[in-house]
């Protein structure tokens, strides 16, 4: 019996203790009477609720394999929401004279669908959006409707941006040039007075106050955008030469994202506010305080400042703000200004649930039972570690986990020497496995087991194979450990017995998930349920906010299916738009392969080989059949 096993029965409330999911899941996600993972856009609304596993079979029975990323528009409508009726609650109760505009950084998710959608929700709001790049303000000059909404352009900027960014400007659009190298402005301005027409200038600063994270080199002195104070005066001076301290509107910073501690964020958002009071004295008409991204999402539910938490709420986030700008410019006469806040993290991250299935599971105590007796002739080394294993009792766990650990690694130096046999190195291996099985469950008895067994059940953990590539869905989990929520979306009504680490099918040593949330700490292990015959459905979640375009072709598994799902008032549910996953012919396009010649040169060598007579002209057509079929086929493992 293990530990979760001692407890009794198991029940949905213990599933949602175990994963977590009314911590991270910000009531969209929770468990049903059935044991499935639900999702409820609405907070106010139960009967608005779907099982994932519906879902499933819609997408199923539509012809679409796993994995399949799907798109909850609800939540994304739901989040914009909230966002911006916490900052009118904050201004409301604080009696703010100014308004808040958000603004949704298209670069956090820039797939079409996600910004017409922020756009169309964003409506009511005025929400607008930020622009990095030209192909960004060309994608949002196409997408954006609302004059009242603003947009932000941030980035470099070369002519071509600028004067495109003018005639928006000239057109009626809220847009802004955010100066973030001095060099910048002169083309901004050379520019608008070739045109004729007045632009609206921000300045992006960098702030002396730096937070703590993970993505937060953006702040600080050694940022590598945006001017320091003695710019900014330059900045202003050569302004007011030319006469355009008027186009001089926004203050910007962005100190970086996912910011875990409120404390980082007040402190920014008095300095900058400082800043902007100053450069109203000086005489420009401001306006906007741009306070960037940062607004952190709380992955694993901890609430914490741990990199992967937030130590507070949006409503938090939202008065701490508003409180700081009306303290700081009340104090020196300055009026409110509108407050701008750029964040993409939260707007988009619990939008996108990751979903695959499980292709096979590897246990490590299946390499079998360790015999009671001992083929005479078989070698000392194999003898001692035999020893071992029968020798094995609580008391002596930390030696035999040595002398195990030992014997084993002599066993495989003197295979590589040619002294033992693949057989018997086969057996050492299985009285090995059986050892460190027995003493990770004799090490449960222990109140204070030795620090050296710390990490041993994930040692024998199982590995779960699963149909998803870790490179492509869940980047940031590969390059910077970020950790995701993840769960089966079925079962919950049952015991998960398995502890488990993840592998994807890149059949990289890279392509797997082995640390997991916790609320006190970082799991190395994920209790998943015995495979049973039936698909085995797991999701990842709140992967909506930069996975999708970071992601990339390691071993050419290309982008998944892709489904947008609409939840209606009364339970129904839509799926509104279904984009196919990339096929193997996509992916070899992109790497520069012209499928096309692949197939002619393909049949050239298969007529070759009729003509040598190792294949008949009907074989021919099966493997010309075979290999098409390769072509067209999705990149995963498809049933
Ligand atoms: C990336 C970025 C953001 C988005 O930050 P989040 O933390 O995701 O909200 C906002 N502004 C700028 C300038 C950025 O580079």
Redesign the pocket.
């Known amino acids: 019996m293990n530990k979760t096993e001692l407890l009794g029965r198991w029940t949905r409330e213990k599933s949602e203790e175990l994963y977590g999911i009314k911590n991270w899941g910000a009531g969209y996600f929770s468990i049903s009477d059935k044991g499935e993972v639900l999702i409820s856009p609405y907070k106010d609304n139960d009967t608005a609720s779907i099982s994932l596993m519906d879902i499933i079979s819609g997408v199923r029975e539509r012809g679409l394999d796993m994995p399949v990323l799907l798109r909850f528009e609800n939540l994304l409508d739901s989040q914009i929401s909230f966002l911006n009726n916490s900052f009118a609650d904050a201004m409301k109760k604080l009696n703010y004279k100014g308004e808040y505009r958000g603004v949704y950084?298209i670069?956090?998710n820039q797939q079409q669908q996600v910004v017409e959608e922020v756009t169309k929700f964003g409506q009511r709001y005025h929400h607008g959006l930020?622009v990095?790049s030209k192909a960004e303000l060309v994608a949002a000059l196409s997408e954006m409707k609302d004059k009242e909404a603003c947009l932000i352009c941030?980035g470099y900027k070369d002519e071509e941006f600028i004067d495109l960014g003018l005639y928006a400007i000239k057109m009626g659009f809220k847009l802004f040039f955010v100066i973030e190298i001095p060099g910048e402005l002169d083309i901004v301005i050379e520019r608008s007075q070739a045109l004729g027409i007045k632009p609206n200038i921000g300045i992006r600063i960098k702030l002396s106050a730096k937070a703590g994270g993970h993505?937060t080199e953006?702040g600080g002195d050694r940022s590598i955008f945006g001017l320091n104070m003695s710019q900014v005066i330059s900045l202003v001076d050569l302004l007011k030469e030319k006469n355009m301290l008027g186009s001089l509107r926004l203050l910007h910073y962005?100190l970086g994202?996912?910011i875990p501690n409120i404390r980082d964020i007040r402190s920014a958002v008095l300095e900058a506010a400082r800043v902007y009071a100053e450069l109203v004295k000086e005489g420009a008409p401001m306006g906007y305080l741009d306070l960037?991204?940062?607004?952190a999402v709380d992955y694993d539910g901890s609430n914490t400042n741990y990199t992967n938490s937030r130590n507070y709420t949006v409503e938090e986030y939202c008065t701490d703000i508003v409180e700081a700008v009306m303290s700081t410019l009340d104090s020196c006469d300055v009026p409110h200004p509108t407050i701008v806040t750029?964040?993409?993290?939260?707007t988009v991250a619990y939008y996108s649930v990751l979903l695959f299935n499980v292709l096979d599971v590897e246990k490590f105590e299946e390499y079998g039972d360790v015999p009671d007796k001992l083929d005479e002739n078989i070698a000392e080394q194999v003898k001692n570690l035999f020893d071992v294993n029968k020798n094995l009792s609580l008391k002596n766990i930390q030696e035999c986990y040595n002398d195990a650990l030992y014997y084993r690694d002599e066993i495989r130096d003197m295979f590589k020497h040619g002294r033992i046999s693949l057989r018997d190195r086969a057996f050492s291996e299985k009285i090995f496995w059986n050892t460190i099985n027995q003493i990770a469950k004799e090490k449960m008895k222990l109140k204070n087991p030795p620090p050296d067994l710390e990490d041993i059940e994930s040692a024998i953990a199982d590995i779960y194979y699963c149909n998803f590539s870790v490179f492509q869905s869940i980047p940031d989990s590969w390059a910077i450990d970020q950790l995701f929520p993840i769960m089966p979306v079925h079962r919950l009504l049952e015991l998960p017995k398995r502890n488990a680490v993840i592998a994807d099918i890149t059949c990289d040593c890279d392509g797997k998930i082995d640390h997991f949330i916790d609320l006190h700490d970082v799991r190395s292990t994920l209790p998943l349920h015995e495979l049973n015959g039936d698909d085995y459905y797991l999701g990842v979640f709140l992967v909506g906010?930069y996975q999708e375009t970071l992601g990339d072709l390691h071993n050419l598994f290309g982008d998944t299916n892709v489904v947008s799902v609409r939840i209606n008032p009364d339970g129904s549910y839509d799926l509104v738009k279904e984009i196919h996953g990339d096929s193997v012919a996509d992916v070899l396009s992109y790497v520069e392969y012209d499928p096309k010649d692949m197939l002619i040169h393909f049949r050239e060598k298969a007529e070759e080989a009729v003509r040598d007579g190792l294949i008949s002209a009907s074989d021919r057509r099966e493997i010309m059949q075979a290999y098409d079929n390769g072509l067209r086929g999705y990149t995963y493992y498809e049933r």
């Open positions: 950084p670069k956090v930020e990095g941030n993505w953006s962005h994202s996912q960037g991204g940062g607004l750029e964040s993409g993290r939260t906010a």
